[in-house]
């Protein structure tokens, strides 16, 4: 059937009606696009959708929060074909199928007040979104938006409506054509501006543009929210050093407290019989590495200095 949508463009309108997904609302049964719109909310104008590899991964999107919340049905896209059916059938029974993973998505249409409120709001938070698109770089993200989502998340990442999702990307990445697999994924930062940590973030930079605690903590937020979203975080170790840095903070360890000495003389260990098997012919020593000690050493640790927001910061790898 899916296959058929695609190159049959007569019949694609009748086809569509044998479509079949889960739901937010199914229970793990199938439900057609027919039985979706059947029992939509009158205010409903749309047809809200997500793809993904997993129900449970989609269930726990940040991008579904604010439709389970208030009730709204979500349909789930599970096959990889479905990113190329959804692009063919874009509307059914004069209701639009839309993406909840893009930027622009959102329950309810603004109303004027919404509009005049947004304007003001995207006013106060500009020196943020500002420092952070330079401290991501344009590589990383389009650009950096407040998001109109009601969410529990302090970061979300979504796509503009003509690009691909990361699940699209991966799919043709997957294909046997070489020159898919140059293809960049195009990110949108959405900012949950009722958050802590994001009103948290738009203090320090306002005071400091290269507060070392802010921009940790915004790498590891843009980290977490490509996890979440399904982009790769392109440098892990980074990722993770950021991580333990703000932990040791947070336990009131200093950055540069190294591994405690080793403590095998704090063990009372009297009892046990030293071990004579052996001579040192018979033993086998760690080989030495001709003295090279370049595989133990970290990479060198970005400082603020090399953040500074005058500079742009189009760095992939200090994800």
């Known amino acids: ?9 007569n019949n694609r309108g009748r086809l569509a009606k044998l479509l079949r997904y889960t739901s937010t609302k199914s ?3 199938l439900v057609s696009l027919q039985e979706y719109t059947d029992r939509m909310k009158p205010e409903q104008k749309h047809i809200y959708f997500l793809t993904g590899d997993s129900v449970k991964k989609m269930r726990q999107s940040p991008h579904i929060e604010e439709a389970l919340e208030r009730d709204v049905e979500v349909l789930f ?3 990889a074909i479905d990113e190329y059916v959804v692009s063919q059938v874009q509307d059914f029974g004069n209701k639009r199928l839309i993406n909840l993973a893009k930027d622009n998505a959102r329950l309810d249409e603004p109303t004027e007040r919404d509009k005049a409120i947004e304007k003001e709001r995207k006013k106060k938070y500009e020196p943020l979104t500002e420092r952070l698109l330079t401290l991501f770089g344009k590589s990383q993200v389009r650009k950096v938006i407040l998001t109109r989502r009601q969410s529990s998340e302090a970061f979300i990442l979504s796509t503009q409506e003509n690009d691909m999702t990361p699940r699209m990307v991966n799919v043709m990445n997957q294909q046997a054509i070489s020159s898919l697999h ?41 980290g977490t929210a490509n996890l979440q979203a399904g982009f790769p975080v392109s440098n892990q170790a980074m990722y993770a050093k950021r991580v333990n840095r703000l932990l040791r903070g947070r ?9 405690l000495p080793p403590d095998d003389d704090e063990y009372d260990i009297s009892d046990v019989k030293p071990d004579t098997t052996g001579t040192d012919e018979g033993l086998l020593l760690p080989v030495d590495n001709d003295g090279d000690e370049s595989s133990d050493k970290e990479d060198a640790e970005p400082t603020a200095a090399e953040t500074k927001p005058t500079k742009t910061e189009d760095d992939a790898g200090d994800l």
């Open 182 to 222: 140059t293809m960049r994924y195009s990110r949108v930062l959405e900012l949950n501006h009722r958050h802590p940590l994001v009103r948290d973030l738009l203090t320090r930079f306002e005071a400091d543009a290269n507060d070392q605690t802010a921009i940790d903590v915004a790498w590891v937020l843009f």
């Open 77 to 79: 896209m599970t096959d």
């Open 1 to 9: 059937i899916r296959l058929g949508i695609l190159e049959d463009a």
């Open 251 to 259: 336990v009131g360890l200093a950055a540069d407290d190294t591994i």
């Open 27 to 29: 229970n793990g049964t």
